[in-house]
């Protein structure tokens, strides 16, 4: 007999503002707990240093998840000039020490110019990537360092906040894959003095742009707390959740014929008009209902990439 998982069915994104000192999964476990969630996961780790948004996905919004993992997203960090350290935040041991040189804004522009557009990162032994099955941050930990290769990442935005002395206020909008430690580690060694992260917080992933929109651990064990006391339910923790297709929201629209969702769920490519020329998709029914997420082909047919409900996933 199959093992019978507990929890609640419910399906909906979760914008919470990570506290620091806590790890990524850590928060999510006392989430699950709170929403009494039958299946729940996050959309990429942040340091137990880092605070900011980080989505947790429920029930069948865990299917896109992915789609959040690979989304653009925005930084606030401080950086502490002159000292390097060994996982290039404060958390580390300390490396190296160096003199800070004089620094006015516009040379710092140009450093900074340097690390906008199309960069190359190594990747930090200080990382959940793989080396022959074994996570690097492992291996970092038993003094064991292995060659890694650069990595391709894109900078949109690399700004600079303020100046004060030895430390250095910065916001960024980057590509997925970029380790924003290395960015400041390398913008440290360019300036010629090492640096390290301090500070950092995330303000945006993909769609979700707005860090107001965010809700703290302690706000959601209030209102769980009076939720249940009072209400009962759930009812005010889950007026926090957006919907599924909140996530794509930047994608172009599909509506589909009664017909062509019926096809799209065996599997089958549609031929649905005026779609668009190529790229990802939101797939909406004819009672404007999301139900997955679709791929124009090279032939201008619709293909299914995820379907929810009672489609093929």
């Given at each position: 007999m199959a093992r019978r998982q507990k929890g609640r069915n419910v399906t909906g994104i979760l914008l919470l503002d990570k506290p620091t000192g806590m790890t990524s999964n850590k928060v999510l476990q006392e989430v699950k707990r709170l929403f009494h969630a039958r299946k729940a996961g996050h959309t990429g780790s942040l340091d137990p240093l880092a605070t900011g948004m980080l989505p947790i996905c429920f029930g069948d919004a865990t299917k896109i998840s992915g789609f959040l993992l690979d989304a653009?997203?925005?930084?606030?960090?401080?950086?502490?000039?002159?000292?390097?350290?060994?996982?290039?935040?404060?958390?580390?041991?300390?490396?190296?020490?160096?003199?800070?040189?004089?620094?006015?804004?516009?040379?710092?522009?140009?450093?900074?110019?340097?690390?906008?557009?199309?960069?190359?990162?190594?990747?930090p032994m200080h990382s959940a990537l793989k080396h022959k099955g074994e996570r690097l941050y492992n291996l970092a930990r038993q003094g064991i360092e292995v060659e890694r290769e650069a990595r391709p990442v894109?900078?949109?935005?690399?700004?600079?906040?303020?100046?004060?002395?030895?430390?250095?206020?910065?916001?960024?909008?980057?590509?997925?894959?970029?380790?924003?430690?290395?960015?400041?580690?390398?913008?440290?060694?360019?300036?010629?003095?090492?640096?390290?992260?301090?500070?950092?917080?995330?303000?945006?992933?993909?769609?979700y742009g707005d860090?107001?929109?965010?809700?703290?651990?302690?706000?959601?064990?209030?209102?769980e707390r009076a939720d249940r006391e009072v209400r009962g339910g759930?009812?005010?923790?889950?007026?926090?959740?957006?919907?599924?297709?909140?996530?794509?929201?930047?994608?172009?629209?599909?509506?589909?014929?009664?017909?062509?969702?019926y096809y799209l769920r065996q599997g089958q490519p549609v031929l649905v008009r005026n779609s668009p020329p190529e790229g990802l998709v939101r797939l909406f029914n004819k009672q404007s209902q999301f139900i997955g997420v679709g791929e124009i082909q090279d032939d201008g047919m619709v293909a299914p990439r995820r379907l929810f409900g009672s489609g093929k996933v």
């Open positions: 653009d997203k925005r930084y606030s960090m401080t950086c502490k000039l002159g000292i390097k350290t060994s996982t290039a935040d404060s958390e580390g041991e300390v490396l190296e020490q160096r003199p800070v040189p004089q620094l006015e804004a516009d040379q710092l522009e140009a450093v900074l110019d340097d690390f906008r557009g199309e960069i190359e990162q190594i990747p894109s900078i949109y935005a690399l700004t600079l906040v303020s100046l004060q002395d030895d430390e250095l206020e910065l916001e960024v909008h980057c590509s997925k894959g970029t380790y924003v430690r290395t960015l400041v580690e390398d913008i440290g060694e360019s300036i010629g003095c090492g640096a390290h992260v301090t500070r950092l917080r995330r303000l945006s992933v993909g769609a860090p107001a929109e965010m809700v703290t651990l302690d706000t959601l064990r209030e209102m759930y009812v005010e923790l889950d007026r926090l959740l957006k919907p599924l297709e909140s996530a794509l929201d930047s994608w172009p629209d599909v509506q589909l014929s009664e017909d062509a969702a």
